[in-house]
């Protein structure tokens, strides 16, 4: 006899505990089925995001940048240190314990808001069935007057670089060294690719990048861009565009082993050779056995469940959310997708806006944008003005010895209403989420330059920029209007 519930939740990443908790704040008998497994063969809770992705990647990138800092900006500030070290089993597990408390918070969560922690990997088998099949291969049906599906994504293999999470790792294997290789190759200039390069980059490797697009961070407007290529050139790493990895080779023995890699790039054939290698070309959503065809559900073309905007499918009583269905594969999007599900259950009228859907980059310099860039903005024929504000004009910025960057705002140059932002600087993904509340409220650059902002901050950055979009910035900026 099968369990009754109200919504059965399929994942337990970013999209599925979000889910999960909301319907059970709602008042909906609720469970959320979860396959991971920890070290110790316990469930573990967060999904990707949590276990192996934003939260272990931004420990390890929050401790390398501590070390670069002591290591060469510390004399900068009169700081004289005798000599800097770096533990990597200690960093290594200082992480394992960050990613360890938020997981057991997740756990906390369900227990408190009385949803249902379910281990196995769940398939969904009718519009109100999911089988729950355990680790040991017993199985159990769920009956469900909804589910949700939140299955997550996993990283993309190449036929060039087969993985072993050994020499040739995925993002997942480059979050677990125990030393700083001397050599690291990085398949990828994308975000995973640019982060993970710079926590090893800043503690010693010598990085090198290679990335098949002939642009540098195609999605990111050119002028930020093209000052995040010179900025991350000139800490270290050493970003080849245009090469295409054609095949790999591992060779040598024991704490020897190393991997050539051939690639082509404009100047024909190459080889490079590398104790590590990291392949982080991006990642695909996980449908694996996940669904009975028999169900009805519909994929496109690259695998993706087919939802409308709230996140419905083709069946009325099953809905998908976050990296399995269509946008960019964000934590945070995944994360009001699941709320705006669960109210949407409850008959709310909850939207996800997907036009302010904020990206970030976490290298150091961040790299953070949302809404329109100058480039779509041409393409679609759209006046607008601009102002952009360098760091190194900005007070605290200087102070903290971190200018590196601008903040740069793109308004209509008719109505004056918030376009875009794009900020590549100190804490970009804090400042940039200012003008995400604006443009939530349909602001425009007037009416963040008449706001008061707190002097010496970093956030008089944004301020300045959009001053400058009408041409009115104090201390330094430039407006532009493009017809």
């Not at 975000?191 to 490797?205: D, P």
Request: net charge negative; with cysteine.
């Amino acid at each position: 006899m099968s369990k009754e519930y109200d919504v059965v939740v399929v994942g337990s990443g970013p999209a599925g505990y979000h889910a999960a908790i909301r319907c059970g704040q709602l008042g909906f008998k609720t469970a959320c089925i979860e396959k991971w497994l920890n070290k110790e063969d316990k469930t573990v809770y967060g999904g990707t995001c949590l276990n192996v992705g934003c939260i272990p990647s931004k420990a390890l990138l929050d401790t390398s940048h501590k070390y670069a800092e002591a290591h060469h900006d510390f004399e900068t500030h009169g700081i004289k240190v005798s000599k800097v070290g770096i533990d990597v089993p200690a960093m290594i597990g200082r992480k394992d314990q960050v990613v360890k408390q938020l997981t057991q918070g997740v756990a906390g969560l369900f227990t408190a808001n009385k949803v249902d922690g379910i281990t196995g990997t769940g398939k969904v088998t009718g519009a109100n069935s999911v089988v729950v099949t355990s680790h040991d291969g017993k199985q159990e049906e769920l009956s469900a007057k909804h589910i949700i599906i939140a299955a997550g994504s996993v990283p993309i293999d190449i036929p060039p670089t087969p993985v072993d999470q050994e020499t040739i790792v995925d993002s997942t294997g480059a979050l677990e060294f125990q030393e700083v290789p001397k050599r690291l190759g990085v398949i990828g200039a994308g975000v995973i690719g640019l982060e993970l390069g710079s926590v090893w980059a800043r503690l010693g490797a010598e990085v090198v990048v290679l990335e098949a697009m002939d642009d540098f961070l195609p999605a990111v407007d050119r002028q930020i861009a093209k000052e995040a290529a010179k900025i991350f050139t000139k800490q270290g790493l050493d970003i080849k565009l245009g090469a295409r990895v054609t095949g790999s080779k591992l060779g040598g023995k024991g704490t020897k082993k190393n991997v050539v890699v051939e690639y082509t790039d404009s100047d024909g054939d190459q080889k490079a050779t590398f104790d590590k290698l990291i392949v982080a070309v991006g990642r695909k959503p996980y449908t694996v056995d996940l669904l009975d065809p028999s169900v009805g559900i519909e994929l496109d073309e690259r695998g993706f469940i087919k939802v409308n905007d709230q996140c419905a499918t083709s069946v009325p009583s099953i809905y998908a959310c976050g990296d399995v269905v269509r946008g960019p594969m964000l934590a945070h999007k995944g994360m009001e997708e699941g709320v705006m599900v669960a109210e949407r259950l409850a008959d709310k009228k909850t939207q996800v806006n997907y036009d302010l859907v904020p990206s970030v980059i976490y290298t150091h310099p961040e790299v953070a944008w949302v809404g329109k860039n100058e480039e779509e903005l041409k393409a679609e024929g759209i006046e607008y003005n601009l102002g952009v504000f360098p760091f190194v004009a900005n007070g605290r910025a200087l102070a903290a010895n971190d200018s590196d960057g601008m903040v740069k705002l793109i308004a209509d140059a008719n109505t004056d209403r918030i376009l875009g932002c794009h900020v590549i600087g100190a804490s970009a993904a804090d400042l940039m989420q200012q003008v995400v509340i604006a443009m939530e409220f349909s602001a425009s650059a007037e009416d963040l330059g008449l706001t008061m902002f707190s002097h010496p901050t970093l956030s008089e950055a944004v301020h300045e920029a959009a001053l400058a979009a009408n041409g009115h910035a104090i201390h330094i900026g430039n407006r532009r209007r493009r017809k």
